[in-house]
């Protein structure tokens, strides 16, 4: 449970005219992770992909141009299409779809592109329909330049303002302007300064003849004809879509599953009559391997178990995490961080541990909490059901929805921001105006008095975030020191030190803190013994145990590393830092806590209480929407922060990381199913 | 002393604290995103060098709260 799946390095090797069915054989199983063959030898090569590989690399070619000219990205069909139905009808289909969606899809460009032309013409149209002027007249004269275009600013005094005979005429188009100008072919030159400088756009008629209204009318109805012929052709290609997606998505990841077992032996070491499959198989499973082998491919394929050297195997393992059930979904978080090494520790049961109890403390309310457990069971669900992620992810928040709303009820007594009953701070003042669901609410919690307030036991929750901090980063050193063991006996007995330096600092604050009924019973428990041996320094207790220990830790350091302890010492600041950083529980808690009263005080107090039914609704819409906000806020923080206890605070502890995760050969299904014949 | 002046001390801790993490987080926050983009497997390293700089804030929370029960804030400092 706490290290990965042990796994036995496996060789393979049979006549290579066996190797298809040993390699679908391995498909199969689930469970080979294979080590690709590096040729080094000229007798044994890499192998070469099975005949039919060309071929069904091409049908995958097709398949899948055609799927992208049908958009199948997002297509979900209804059901899912046998492999022997993919074998008897893809190869017809896609000779049919090759030509029927080529063509469609051809003919759609031309459709839209014409459109678009005619739409284009329109528009230059409409400007020589308003100057009014027959076509012709625009065009072919031997003395006169015409111009005509839009520009954005208006042209006209400049025009004027030339003086040279011109007609020019203006009119207002759109945001900006649209004009023509007829002028000898003397004046050219300055009119051609005039509309350079005005940055304008220019227009040719699109016909030689006619009146522009006539021209309009007839594109207008060729665009009309076009624009039905281009929805026939659409709603072609949508029933080509529907008749054929589930065939196509089934076949294209049928033929996919196909090639990699093709080309599968580009993997494998292979002679002239032999072949040699070596790869890793977890330890339970070997026997199941060579039984199928057996089975399935026969007695002259023989299934080795390879001796492997420790280090070697510690290097190259593959690494298949192996928990509990109920702690699977946390995988998701330290496959996150990155996949440990073969000879680490999982920390995954830790972080399931932990999490949860974290994310609870940090959101701590009822109200909270039951929305978090609902939005789990949510995304658990229904987002999980295609994917894995979710389903983990929406499992991690129901359980800390759990925690949330457990500590929220038993511990902290409030629901959304608001307490059960009015809190009192230690002089017996309310808080906040004594805002509470018994008061404001009329809901009586048959619940007695908060063993701990949020915005008033401020200093038991720096408490158990101490307490937290010791426990965590204790159990991490000691999973360092079991990590350390196998690799080196100084690195392991370092650990050790840092195990005593962090009692060290634990106890220290303790005898420092002051105030907290919580700080008094872990004082009384973890420190009794040596309660009287301080010394008092500028008004704080400076415990000669809590010191000594710190200092046993630092010679333990100069022992072992010599003048590399220099470094070493450094890092007892980090450690404090990171205990102090484990208050983070108490100050989102805190915070989280406050925002959440504040904003019901300002609602009720200003809103709901001048009675006036206007404002009593608008008080309702604000409430709502501050209370999502402090859940999205709070949750937000609280998961991310909890992460990042977990991964800076605990897995620097002993964490590595960087190790390959255990992939075997084989595959899964979505579209298609394996007929039975 | 004045418990105003501790107060505002108080304030001053978690808020100067609060734009020192700011600062420290905009650089690494940006960085972390795209390192993020490049390589999605660079997520947990991120979250970790975008959280570093938090801890500052939190020393700011634990000396404003020193601060606030040493005035009697809580009534029992």
């Given at each position: ?364 309310d009822f109200g909270y909490?039951a ?37 929220g009820l038993?511990?902290f007594h409030d629901a959304f921001g608001l307490p059960f009953h009015p809190v009192l ?5 309310p808080v906040l105006g004594g805002l509470s669901w018994e008061t404001t609410m009329g809901i009586y919690i048959p619940l007695g008095e908060a063993?701990?307030e949020?915005l ?137 806590g406050?925002?959440a009263l504040a904003f019901n005080y300002i609602v009720v107090t200003y809103l709901f209480a001048g009675g006036n039914i206007?404002l009593i609704i608008a008080g309702a819409f604000v409430l709502v929407?501050l209370q ?50 | ?77």
């Amino acid at each position: 449970m706490i290290k990965p799946e042990r796994m036995s390095r496996i060789a393979i090797v049979g006549p290579r005219k066996k190797l298809d069915v040993a390699i679908r054989s391995l498909y199969e199983l689930n469970l080979f992770h294979i080590v690709d063959y590096v040729s080094e030898d000229p007798e044994v090569k890499i192998g070469v992909p099975l005949p039919q590989a060309n071929e069904i690399s091409q049908k995958l070619l097709r398949l899948r141009s055609i799927a992208r000219a049908l958009h199948l990205d997002n297509y979900k069909p209804n059901k899912k299409v046998t492999v022997g139905e993919i074998e008897r009808t893809t190869a017809q289909a896609v000779v049919t779809l090759d030509l029927e969606v080529t063509k469609k899809i051809e003919n759609r460009l031309t459709l839209n592109s014409r459109i678009r032309e005619l739409t284009t013409q329109n528009d230059a149209l409409e400007i020589f329909r308003e100057i009014g002027l027959p076509l012709d007249l625009f065009l072919d004269y031997e003395t006169l330049n015409v111009y005509t275009g839009v520009s954005q600013e208006s042209i006209d005094e400049r025009m004027k303002a030339l003086g040279a005979p011109l007609e020019f005429l203006e009119i207002s188009h759109g945001a900006g302007f649209a004009f023509s100008a007829f002028c000898k072919k003397s004046d050219a030159g300055s009119v051609q300064e005039i509309l350079n400088t005005s940055g304008y756009q220019e227009l040719k008629p699109p016909y030689k003849s006619g009146a522009a209204e006539e021209h309009i009318l007839a594109n207008t109805q060729e665009i009309e004809k076009l624009q039905k012929t281009l929805t026939n052709e659409e709603s072609a290609i949508e029933a080509l879509r529907e008749k054929y997606a589930a065939l196509i998505l089934a076949s294209e990841e049928h033929y996919s599953i196909e090639i990699q077992q093709a080309e599968a032996p580009l993997r494998v070491a292979t002679t002239l009559n032999s072949f040699a499959i070596d790869g890793w198989v977890p330890i339970s499973s070997a026997d199941s391997v060579r039984r199928t082998m057996a089975e399935k491919v026969g007695d002259d394929v023989a299934v080795e178990m390879l001796p492997v050297p420790k280090h070697e195997e510690d290097e190259q393992a593959p690494v298949k995490l192996r928990n509990p059930r109920f702690a699977k979904p946390f995988e998701l978080f330290v496959e996150l961080m990155s996949t440990p090494l073969y000879r680490e520790v999982d920390p995954t049961i830790f972080v399931f541990a932990v999490f949860p109890l974290f994310f609870g403390l940090m959101i701590g309310d009822f109200g909270y909490g039951a929305c978090l457990m609902l939005a789990g069971f949510v995304m658990w669900k229904k987002l999980g059901k295609d994917s894995e992620g979710w389903r983990k992810l929406g499992l991690i928040v129901l359980a800390g929805g759990l925690f949330a709303a457990l500590f929220g009820l038993l511990l902290f007594h409030d629901a959304f921001g608001l307490p059960f009953h009015p809190v009192l701070d230690e002089r017996g003042v309310p808080v906040l105006g004594g805002l509470s669901w018994e008061t404001t609410m009329g809901i009586y919690i048959p619940l007695g008095e908060a063993p701990m307030e949020k915005l008033v036991d401020v200093k038991d929750l720096l408490a158990i975030s101490v307490l937290a901090a010791w426990i965590h980063m204790s159990v991490g050193l000691i999973l360092g020191f079991r990590n350390e063991l196998s690799h080196s006996r100084k690195h392991a007995a370092t650990k050790v030190f840092w195990l005593v330096i962090l009692f060290g600092l634990f106890a220290q604050i303790l005898f420092m803190a002051k105030g907290s009924p919580l700080r008094d019973t872990l004082f009384m428990t973890f420190c009794s013994s040596f309660a009287g041996m301080v010394i008092p320094f500028s008004g704080l207790n400076l415990s000669i145990v809590a010191l000594s220990l710190i200092l046993i830790g630092v010679a333990g350091f100069f022992a072992l590393h010599g003048k590399g302890a220099m470094m070493e010492l450094m890092e007892i600041l980090s450690l404090l830092s990171n205990v102090i950083s484990y208050t983070r529980i108490a100050a989102i808690g805190v915070a989280k806590g406050a925002m959440a009263l504040a904003f019901n005080y300002i609602v009720v107090t200003y809103l709901f209480a001048g009675g006036n039914i206007f404002l009593i609704i608008a008080g309702a819409f604000v409430l709502v929407l501050l209370q999502l906000l402090v859940f999205a806020l709070g949750s937000l923080s609280a998961g991310i922060q909890a992460l990042r206890l977990n991964y800076v605070e605990f897995f620097l502890k002993f964490y590595t990381g960087g190790g390959v995760s255990f992939e075997p050969l084989g595959y899964k299904r979505k579209y298609s199913e394996k007929s039975e014949v | 002393m004045d418990p105003g002046l501790i107060a505002i001390g108080a304030g001053l801790a978690i808020g100067l604290a609060g734009v020192g993490t700011g600062i420290a987080q905009a650089g690494a926050g940006a960085a972390a995103v795209g390192a993020t983009a490049e390589d999605p497997k660079m997520f947990g390293k991120g979250i970790i060098f975008m959280a570093l700089p938090e801890t500052i804030v939190i020393f700011g929370f634990v000396i404003a709260i020193l601060l606030y029960a040493g005035m009697g804030g809580f009534a029992g400092g």
